[in-house]
């Protein structure tokens, strides 16, 4: 059974850098690769970084720049380095992982982490 387990989180004063980790816990089979979501009070989930299993990534238009994700895979970890934090950054930051799915054919969103708050004021 796989487990995914954020840390990092905190309260951080606007402009400051947060770093956060995703833990797996177990081998993920077939993975597609890992994204940070993140969602704010009121607000929808936004996809916040995505990156491939062989690293490709990508990210939300307003983290440009400013994020990087990076993946050890070898231990299966996940991070988030955030810089230039903003007020607007505010939210539950979680973690998920996708797999391929033989019987649907495409990678899906399997496994998911609790979450880990970052507060920028």
């Known amino acids: 059974h796989v487990q995914l387990v954020e840390s990092g989180g905190g309260s951080v004063q606007a402009g400051g850098a947060l770093k956060l980790s995703c833990a797996a816990s177990g081998s993920i089979i077939s993975r597609c690769g890992m994204t940070w979501y993140r969602q704010a009070p009121g607000k929808e989930r936004d996809l916040v970084s995505s990156?491939?299993?062989?690293?490709?990534?990508t990210y939300g238009d307003s983290v440009k720049g400013r994020f990087t994700i990076s993946q050890d895979n070898a231990k299966n970890m996940l991070y988030l380095q955030m810089n230039s934090l903003k007020t607007e950054d505010t939210a539950v930051y979680t973690c998920a992982a996708s797999v391929y799915d033989l019987g649907a054919g495409r990678c899906e969103y399997k496994y998911w982490g609790q979450g880990t708050q970052v507060t920028v004021s």
């Open positions: 990156i491939r299993f062989d690293g490709t990534t």
